[in-house]
């Protein structure tokens, strides 16, 4: 293996990582999900499950968990090989644990996981992962987690509040269905409602997802919102808003989580949203490949947007290699290549081990790019910039470096 990529994966398995969005929570929420079964009714696994049996998907979820865990086995695993990479990501998982990833059904791992203490289970993931912290989507919307808020938790260093605000915007809330905590109508109840759930969460940011056809300026409610209440607040509380741009929600209904598509959003609209407010810091990720590009010319234009991230459809291997080589090579590290999105715990084993093979390729491309040009790379330049891609320009950028 060439100097340069034995000093890249190297520099991958030394840096620690800063996951800067996470459906998971500090351990004292008590909601995370973890464990074999979470992680085979993973919306990704369900939908690929529905496409190659043939099988409703309300009958699908009239199953009890275990019940729908083995079936997505025994579809995906057994009678079908594991391609895919949520399927993939699932035998990452088990081998890490020491579990086989060729088992014909989830005994052992049943067996594994019942046997763990919550507490420890957490810390061993985190190490196996090479997080050192990461932050939660917190949803002032969703009945099972607003009154968590109401009481002071004794929380873990390691885990950072983010507010997710979809509701405000238009959109639904990201967690169980109903609302905890009724929308303001008008962007003054929004500005308060704001202010009073970023005292009570300190989010390191705000956070949305937003459709394609996401425009600026906009005199909808959606734009009136965003103009009067959620920029302000920002600006007032020296936080980014995270924009996650190009979700069509629930195309199939019936696939609840697992029944999101996506769109090619116009990125002019982010363009003139930060010429707009050059005050306002934008963290942004898209969910169609096609607004990869744009969205690093788009960062080249302002500085006050910061990519992060392959985003759900993309966090793809192809993709996070192509997309995460186009960002080197027009924003060089000024980017944040990576987050995990998980919603089951040990996601993050698989999510981070794969997304660092896929990084340190594109990154060793551009190294060789150097050497072509007889520019040498220092080991001590590699690890630097491996630390800024996977955890420094996120720390700094929402505010939690230490
Ligand atoms: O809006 C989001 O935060 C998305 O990441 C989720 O809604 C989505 O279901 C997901 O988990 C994708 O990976
Ligand atoms: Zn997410």
Redo the contacts with the bound molecule.
Sequence with gaps: MPKIETHVNQAMDLVPVFDV?T?LYDPSFGLTLWGIDELLTY??LVAETLRVVAFSPEKFFAMPKLAQADFVWDALFVRNTPLSEAANGVLTVLAAFGLDPNARDLAEARAYFSSQDPREHFDKVLNLAGIKEFVM?NDPFDPKEAPLWQVRMARDPRVHAAL?I?PLLGGIS?GAAGAADSVPAGTTDARRFLDTWIEKMNPLYL?A?LPPTFSYPDDSRRGQMLSEAVLPACRHHGIPFAM?IG?NKRVNPRLG?AG?SLGTADLGALERLANDHPDNRFLVTTLARENAQALCVAARKFANILPFGC??FM?NPSLIEEVTLLRLEMLGTSFIPQHS?A?VLEQVVYKWRHSKRDIARALTTRYEALERAGREVADAEVRRDVRLLLHDNAARFVGAVR
């Design positions: 969005h459906h919306h990704y989507t997710r979809d990201i956070a997802s996650m979700v989580d999101d985003w759900w966090n999105d919603r």
